[in-house]
């Protein structure tokens, strides 16, 4: 070991510079990554206060200050994008927490081992499977001529229903496909957090005559409060962002769902894909990126002032 | 240093898997009430999860006329393998997805699980003096980014990637959620071994890649298994990077295009009261998605272990 750094005192940049080289190179190909991709496009936000077009390229364009904002807040569109996006998270969240934790504390009830893993496994199955699958499986169920809640609706004599026209119809169906995809995979942090409770508590509260009802109101939902506590948060950081491709797959381009429907991202998508409207778009984004910046920013701080272990930063 | 010492076993794969231990306490009533609803309601919400997946299998297993008749149900109706017959009566389009598809996934996976291991490793190390600095970069993307519109510009315009089965490939190679998942994963390698390691003379490199990664079981399994599922399920980048303009469309974004063929019709006659007889082979369409979907379900049940233990890792602190 003698001979090895024990040099006392701060070194300078370039003999840090050559002592971690190997680890440094080891980042390399990552640091490429992420600048390419998330950093280049940066400046491209510039947009969001031009009038774009391809000949004059993003700076070249005419400024046009604010008006790409002021058009599509006079036009209530910003509104509805950001209500839509923010009430389907909403309710995610919340609905999404209740039946993971609910799910959970039932799974710890499971003794049987294979029971459990099986259960586990068929639970975690629409989380593997692609956003496109998801789509045609809901097409599969709700479609007029052929659904399978229609054929059962037709079956008991009842009048087919026109679910891909009823606007109303989709918050609930949304969110019912987003429980079935998300809850069996969100559970299993809720079920590790149980896991870790210590046992002693339980045989305690057994002892002092607790019956099974009592002991997971007062022993493993109080245990669950910090983990609860901190996904919610940090799940409300990301309030602003959609899951674009559930609402994508289930909804498209079907304009009679819009008013119900339309995310922040799906309108995005569609601007570019279809219209090929980059300022809109872009200033759309733009917004969504700031406000969803604050609101981690701020979850992040209410979380430090919980746990400090918890915190990202 | 000797090799039993590195041999040590690494346990995080029991992590929220390891059956409670079984309390020897006498079952009262609540405790019967309680498990016995446990088990239906779970058993319940399993089957929910599964139903949707049997439909469809059931639907490709079906006769088209025996659909149209009578509408999806959870059995086959009028047993038919014709749309599977269908599929690979001219199987260039699904065996050119296919083959697009897995080459992605097998080097995606690679080289990502790679490029995110070392610099997870990297990151890990308490006497690299720039990790800070390094995870901030990484981190900040995930607070902050230009959004789609400019992303795109730029990596179809000025990278000039627009039709290039790279702008697909290179864009799912990482995440900076799956970085910091493995960088936590390291935390479970003891520090000596790093250091034992530096004590035999072995260079960064040969630390990670011969005493680090052997260890990291695990951790490799779960972020290739994201990784995987990835590419297998992609088809967002390749709907705006590559539209029509490549021959074989990977293949959710080729399901993507045999669906939304219908949706099209569909949505144009949404409001009418017109009944879409027309429209393309509903079991055709149910066997494409099972011939899509198939390998990747059958890969689960090989990292269900290790992916329990992953996600419980990295979960809160993604």
Known sequence: MSGTDTARGPKSIWRQLADSKVLLLMCVPAIIFFIVFNYMPLPGAWIAFTNFNYRDGIFGSPFVGFKNFEFLIKSGQLWTLTRNTILYNLAFIVLGNILQIAIAIMLNEVRLAWFKKLSQAAMFLPFFISSVLVGVIAFNLLNYDTGALNALIKQTGGDPIKIYSSAGAWPLIIIMVHLWQSTGYGSIVYFAAIMGIDRSLYEAATVDGASAWQRIRFVTLPSLKPTFIILVLFALGGIMHGNFGLFWNLVGNNAALFQTTDIIETSVYRMVLSQNNFTTSTAVGLYQSLFGFALVMTANWIVRRINKDYALF | ?318
């Open chain 2, 1 to 318: 240093m000797h090799s039993s010492d590195l041999a040590r076993p690494f346990d995080t794969e029991g992590v929220g898997l390891g059956p409670a231990k079984p309390r020897a306490i006498k079952l009262d009533g609540s405790d019967i009430v309680i498990r016995s609803i446990s088990y239906i309601t779970i058993t319940l919400f399993a089957l929910f999860c599964l139903l949707p997946f049997i439909m469809m299998l059931s639907a490709s297993l079906s006769s088209e006329a025996a659909i149209m008749k009578s509408g999806f149900g959870i059995l086959p109706k009028d047993f038919s393998l014709a749309a599977y017959e269908w599929i690979f009566k001219a199987p260039k389009q699904i065996i050119g997805s296919y083959v697009v598809t897995i080459v992605m996934t097998v080097f995606g996976t690679a080289i990502g699980l790679f490029i995110i291991s070392m610099t997870g490793y990297a990151l890990h190390r308490k006497d690299f003096p720039f990790r800070n600095h390094i995870s901030f970069l990484i981190y900040f993307t995930t607070l902050f980014s230009a959004g789609l519109a400019p992303t795109f510009l730029w990596v179809a315009r000025d990278l000039g990637l627009r039709g290039n089965y790279l702008a697909v490939f290179l864009q799912l190679l990482m995440t900076p959620w799956l970085i910091i998942l493995m960088k936590n994963f390291m935390r479970t390698v003891p520090y000596e071994i790093i250091e034992s390691g530096k004590v035999d003379g072995a260079g960064d490199f040969r630390i990670f890649a011969q005493l680090c990664l052997p260890m990291m079981k695990p951790a490799l399994a779960t972020i290739g298994l994201f990784l995987a599922l990835g590419y297998w399920n992609e088809w967002y980048l390749s709907s705006l990077y590559l539209g029509s303009t490549v021959e074989f469309k990977p293949l959710q974004y080729h399901l993507y295009n045999i669906i939304n063929t219908a949706n099209a019709l569909r949505n144009s006659v949404a409001g009418s009261n017109v009944s879409v007889t027309a429209l393309p082979s509903n079991t055709l369409k149910m066997a494409s998605a099972i011939v899509a979907t198939g390998p990747i379900l059958l890969l689960y049940p090989f990292v269900q272990k290790y992916f329990v233990s992953g996600i419980t890792i990295g979960a809160v602190k993604g």
